[in-house]
């Protein structure tokens, strides 16, 4: 079992930056890739970033450019950090790590809303 424990959401004003983390419980973390979902009110989850574990990235189309993924497997830890927060980024945010197809691991979810 592998917990993941978000942080960092929180009301920000459009244009604005936020960075939120994702925690592993354990190391196994470091080998698989892993991503940062939304999914706002009314709409389905999306993929917003992902990394895998050499560090190569992917970003919907809707955030290139202004957000950016990273790791630090050392500390078993996934960021995304956010700027030029829009208010169409407004959703709660999931860390997620597939092991394999049918197993996979959520994050809590943190609520971020980009509001003035």
């Known amino acids: 079992q592998v917990q993941l424990v978000e942080s960092g959401g929180g009301l920000v004003q459009p244009g604005g930056s936020l960075s939120l983390s994702c925690a592993a419980s354990r190391g196994l973390s470091r080998i698989y890739t892993m991503g940062w979902y939304r999914r706002a009110p009314g709409k389905q989850r999306e993929l917003v970033a992902a990394i895998t574990s050499g560090g190569s990235t992917n970003y919907a189309d809707s955030v290139k450019g202004r957000f950016t993924i990273s790791r630090d497997n050392v500390k078993n830890t996934v960021y995304l950090r956010m700027n030029s927060l829009k208010p169409e980024d407004t959703a709660v945010y999931y860390c997620?790590?597939?092991?394999?197809?049918?197993?996979?691991?959520w994050g809590q979810g943190t609520q971020v809303t980009v509001s003035s």
């Open positions: 997620n790590l597939p092991i394999t197809s049918d197993l996979e691991f």
